[in-house]
C-alpha cells in the first residue's frame, strides 16, 4: 500500500533548529519533495532529493534514506514566518503521480 | 517570476451542477496535473496531462470527472454533477518535465463549495 507518515504538529522557538521526519511506504520511488504551506495557500517546493544523502538550500536541509524509507527537512535558524504546515510527498515510479503526506504543522513561538 | 494562475478563487455551485474550474499553468511548462485539498485533509493527486491527454489518474478521478486544454494556454477541470463531497480547494500545478528533479509549481487554487 501507500502510506507517508509525519508527525502531526510541532513547536519550536525562534531561532533554533528543528526536523520535521517523514517515513514512506509507496509503490515504488522516484524521488521525494518537501513543500511549504502557509494555511489557505498553495503549496510551495522547498526541496528535493532522489539519492541518499542531504541537500542543502539555505536555512532549509533535506536528507533521504532509500534503503529505510525515510527523510528529514531540517530547518535552521527558525523564523516566525516558518510557522506553516511542511508537506512530505513521493513521486512514484513513472513520473507523473506524487503522493502527499497530511503535513506536520510547525509553530514557531518567540 | 512566472506563476500559475487560476480562477475563479471561490466558486459556489448548487449540487447537482456542472462546474469548471480553470489554469493557466506556466508558459513553457509540458506537464499539468490537478490536485484537490478538503479542508483539514492532505493534498490528493487527481490527473496529470501531457501531450494532450491524460497520462495518469487516481481513483478520485471517476466518470464525472474531465480535462481539457482548449486551446494552448489554458487547462480545465470539469465536475459534471458536483456532490457535497466535492466541496474542496482545488489546485492546478505545472512542471517542466515530467519526472526527476522537476518540482511542481502550484497555482493559489479555487475553492469550491457545493450547497
Known amino acids: 500500500g501507500q502510506n507517508i507518515d509525519q508527525p502531526t504538529e510541532m513547536t519550536a522557538t525562534e531561532g533554533a533548529i528543528v526536523q520535521i521526519n517523514c517515513t514512506y511506504q509507496?509503490?515504488?520511488?522516484?524521488?521525494l519533495f518537501w513543500y511549504q504551506q502557509h494555511a489557505g495557500e498553495a503549496p510551495t517546493f522547498l526541496s528535493y532529493?532522489?539519492?541518499?544523502g542531504l541537500e542543502e538550500k539555505g536555512r532549509f536541509s533535506s536528507f533521504l534514506s532509500r534503503s529505510k524509507g525515510y527523510s528529514y527537512l531540517l530547518l535552521k535558524e527558525l523564523q516566525m514566518k516558518d510557522s506553516a504546515s511542511y508537506l512530505c510527498a513521493v513521486r512514484e515510479t513513472g513520473g507523473f503521480k506524487t503522493i502527499f503526506g497530511a503535513g506536520t504543522r510547525l509553530f514557531v513561538k518567540a | 517570476e512566472p506563476e500559475v494562475t487560476q480562477t475563479p478563487s471561490h466558486q459556489v455551485t448548487q449540487m447537482g451542477q456542472e462546474v469548471i474550474l480553470r489554469c493557466v499553468p506556466i508558459s513553457n511548462h509540458l506537464y499539468f496535473y490537478w490536485y484537490r485539498q478538503i479542508l483539514g485533509q492532505k493534498v490528493e493527486f487527481l490527473v496529470s496531462?501531457?501531450?494532450?491527454?491524460?497520462?495518469?489518474k487516481s481513483e478520485i478521478f471517476d466518470d464525472q470527472f474531465s480535462v481539457e486544454r482548449p486551446d494552448g494556454s489554458n487547462f480545465t477541470l470539469k465536475i459534471r454533477s458536483t456532490k457535497l463531497e466535492d466541496s474542496a480547494m482545488y489546485f492546478c500545478?505545472?512542471?517542466?518535465?515530467?519526472?526527476?528533479?522537476?518540482?511542481?509549481?502550484f497555482g493559489d487554487g479555487t475553492r469550491l463549495s457545493i450547497l
Open positions: 500545478a505545472s512542471s517542466e518535465a515530467g519526472g526527476g528533479h522537476q518540482p511542481q509549481h
Open positions: 509507496t509503490s515504488g520511488f522516484n524521488g
Open positions: 496531462f501531457y501531450n494532450n491527454e491524460i497520462s495518469e
Open positions: 532529493n532522489v539519492l541518499d
